[in-house]
């Protein structure tokens, strides 16, 4: 099966050119999916991997953008937080009301294997978007960044800011979810393979900024040293800002993943120094593509990695500006 790659870096110069979980208040404009199948059925439901994160709310949007233009409707809900546990009724409801397609980031690798299985067993194109699970062979296609491409690219950006070397850390969500594990990868990678910067390995924030805030804030004082960090989320990047404010540190250089409101102002403020910017809108709009041409009999790509954006304070205004994710549609 044929993978797509679309890659947009912007801002860092050739060092960050090589080459990205988690949302607000579910929204919803259209009618839930109503049984049958076939063509008549005009019905796709989104299931987010939270609710209240702008990526999600971003993806949502290119979701609706491209359904409507191809004659389809959308319902969509999350989970107040990215666990399985609760994201799992959601999907047995959805999978109950039958809808055409299903695009939906799964919350863990394992706990929502099942799950997702029953919905494409029960006649549902399922489409997995940003986050996939351990056995995908049953969705019709999965659409995701270049998460570990993204790793390094953190990593890379860090070493360009501290080209002396040092200690640098990752705060990432949870281990087993598919799209984090690949960032914390990269950057693992990229960091052990140069030996001016030491590791300090990767501590879990269950995707609280809180928690993430006092495991940076502890760190610090473990290790007052510390060059980098690499959050590798929305609400890893938020909290690792507020607990290196809260520490009182300076000089650090903090890469954050994706790119809410909450990250951008952090960047103009310069607690953080660059953002790595998924692009979420077009794995909507790729999602629906997918999911339209299972149903209608045409070919379809079972893999597509689409590429990130790097945004920087020195590229805000510009094209790094318009990476940015969306509060609303």
Do not use: W
Not at 62 to 88: H, M, N, R, S, W
Not at 119 to 146: H, M, Q, R, W, Y
Request: charged fraction near 15%; charge should be negative; glycine fraction near 12%.
């Amino acid at each position: 099966m044929r993978s797509t790659l679309r890659l947009t870096a912007a801002g860092l110069g050739a060092v960050l050119a090589l080459a990205a979980c988690s949302t607000g208040a579910p929204t919803s404009d259209s009618s839930a999916g109503s049984g049958g199948g076939g063509n008549d059925n005009k019905n796709i439901a989104f299931v987010q991997g939270v609710a209240g994160d702008e990526f999600y709310i971003t993806m949502q949007c290119g979701i609706e953008a491209k359904a409507k233009e191809l004659g389809y409707t959308v319902t969509t809900q999350g989970p107040q937080k990215f666990d399985p546990t609760l994201q799992k009724p959601i999907v047995d409801s959805v999978t109950a009301s039958k809808p055409a397609a299903l695009l939906v980031a799964p919350t863990d690798v394992q706990a929502m294997q099942a799950p997702l299985q029953q919905a494409a067993a029960a006649g549902i194109k399922v489409v997995l978007v940003d986050t996939t699970v351990n056995d995908p062979s049953f969705a019709v296609s999965e659409i995701s960044s270049d998460n570990v491409g993204g790793g390094k690219a953190a990593f890379d950006a860090i070493k360009a800011a501290k080209p002396q070397g040092g200690k640098v850390l990752v705060i990432s969500t949870d281990p087993g979810v598919s799209t984090v594990d690949a960032r914390v990868k990269g950057f693992e990678d990229a960091t052990k393979a140069d030996s001016a910067f030491q590791y300090l390995g990767v501590q879990y924030s269950h995707n609280d900024p809180a928690t993430a805030a006092n495991l940076v804030s502890s760190a610090l004082q473990k290790d007052p040293d510390i060059v980098g960090i690499f959050a590798t989320n929305l609400f890893s990047a938020e909290g690792s800002a507020t607990g290196v404010r809260q520490a009182g540190a300076k000089g650090l250089t903090i890469v954050g993943f994706d790119a809410g409101p909450n990250q951008i102002k952090a960047l103009e403020d310069g607690t953080v120094q660059a953002l790595v910017a998924q692009q979420p809108s077009t794995i909507g709009t790729d999602g629906v593509e997918q999911a339209v041409a299972a149903l209608t009999g045409k070919s379809v790509e079972k893999t597509i990695q689409t590429g990130f954006s790097i945004i920087t304070k020195d590229n805000l205004s510009g094209e790094g500006g318009q990476a940015a994710y969306k509060s609303t549609c």
